[in-house]
Each structure stands twice: as C-alpha cells, then as structure tokens.
C-alpha cells in the first residue's frame, strides 16, 4: 500500500501530537510544520480535515494551536487514513470469471491491510519514531 503524501503529514502531524500530548498545552501548526518539514498553509489545510474528523481539536487564540481530541492510543492509523481520503471505494463489478477471481484474491489482501492499519494505534508510531537507546 502507497499512502499519499497528504496521509504521511496527517500522520506526522498526529506522532507530533502524540508527542506533546502529555504536556497539556497546544502545539502551533507552524511548530509541527517546521519540525517536519511541512508546508505549512497545506498542513493547516490537513488539521482541519483531522478536526471534522474528531481526531484533533483546536484552541484559539496567542497559547493557541492543536491538540488531540483524544488518546493517541485510540486512534488508529486506518482512521486518520479515512479522514484525510476518505472511506475505501466500494469495488466495481467484474465481468468474467478470471476478473472475479482476481478481484476477490485483493479484496482479501485489502481486507488483511486494513485489519492491520486498524489495529495500528498513533501512539505506537509515535513511540516506535522517538529516539531510543538501541543496543545490537
């Protein structure tokens, strides 16, 4: 599976939150823009489809900027896909049997792709992004 680029900076945007979540205060779009080499007019564009998707909340004002709207570990890596692109296209018709076939075989492989994305937590992203002290 190929995400598009607008899904890859929702996701940065949700780990960015995920990150600062703990802090209780909002972080600027232009901070998570900057800290992930984001255009920043497009990614307010993203917040703002995250918000409609009740995955990120904001706050007005001079200590103003984003929040998530709840745990990171609630939300899954498929709905942050879902808020940006929308749900999955219901799948045309086949014709013939060798179409039919084929068509099911990747109805299963998407079906596999979307249980692990649902199964996905941001927070798990988030953690598995942050610098560790690897030992080989």
Do not use: F
């Amino acid at each position: 599976m190929k995400l598009s680029a607008k899904v890859e900076y929702a996701c940065l945007a949700i780990i960015a939150l995920a990150r600062q979540d703990q802090d209780e205060v909002p972080v600027r779009a232009r901070v998570i823009a900057e800290g992930n080499g984001i255009p920043e007019k497009y990614l307010v564009q993203i917040l703002l489809q995250l918000k409609a998707a009740n995955l990120v909340r904001s706050t007005r004002g001079s200590l103003g900027g984003y929040r998530l709207a709840r745990p990171a570990q609630t939300i899954s890596l498929l709905e942050v896909i879902h808020a940006i692109e929308g749900p999955d296209q219901s799948p045309r018709e086949e014709q013939n049997l060798a179409s039919r076939v084929l068509a099911a075989v990747l109805d299963r492989i998407r079906s596999a792709e979307r249980l692990v994305l649902a199964q996905t937590s941001m927070a798990q992203l988030a953690d598995l992004s942050s610098p560790h002290d690897w030992v080989i």
